[in-house]
Nanobody, 123 residues
Framework: QVQLVESGGGLVQPGGSLRLSCAAS????????IGWFRQAPGKEREGLSC????????YYTNSVKGRFTISRDDANNTISLQMNSLKPADAAMYFC????????????????WGLGTQVAVSS
């Protein structure tokens, strides 16, 4: 049974850092791209970053490029999102999701989703 479990969320001050993890079970990272999304209340779900299944190539949306880094630990089937220089606008529920083969910046096409982890950015 496929399961994605996010962890690492919490409260951080502006300019601070958090490292989110997505533990994947029941699927191989050789076959699935893993994306990170976030959704704030009243806002659309936003694609942030993705790492592809085959090449490990990465994608970042412009608002997080240079601040966030996605990485993959194949041995532990875990995907991380290192978030630096956090801003109040980054506050949201963060989700990881799995999509067969290739990345997409849009939520549709992702087959599996975690339940999310909350990130708050406040002084």
């Amino acid at each position: 049974q496929v399961q994605l479990v996010e962890s690492g969320g919490g409260l951080v001050q502006p300019g601070g850092s958090l490292r989110l993890s997505c533990a994947a079970s029941g699927l191989s990272l050789d076959d699935f791209a893993i994306g990170w999304f976030r959704q704030a209340p009243g806002k659309e779900r936003e694609g942030l970053s993705c790492i592809s299944s085959r090449s490990g190539s990465t994608y970042y949306t412009n608002s997080v490029k240079g601040r966030f880094t996605i990485s993959r630990d194949d041995a532990n089937n875990t995907i991380s999102l290192q978030m630096n220089s956090l801003k109040p606008a980054d506050a949201a529920m963060y989700f990881c999701a799995a999509k067969r083969n290739t990345c997409s910046s849009w939520p549709w096409g992702y087959d599996y989703w975690g339940l999310g982890t909350q990130v708050a950015v406040s002084s």
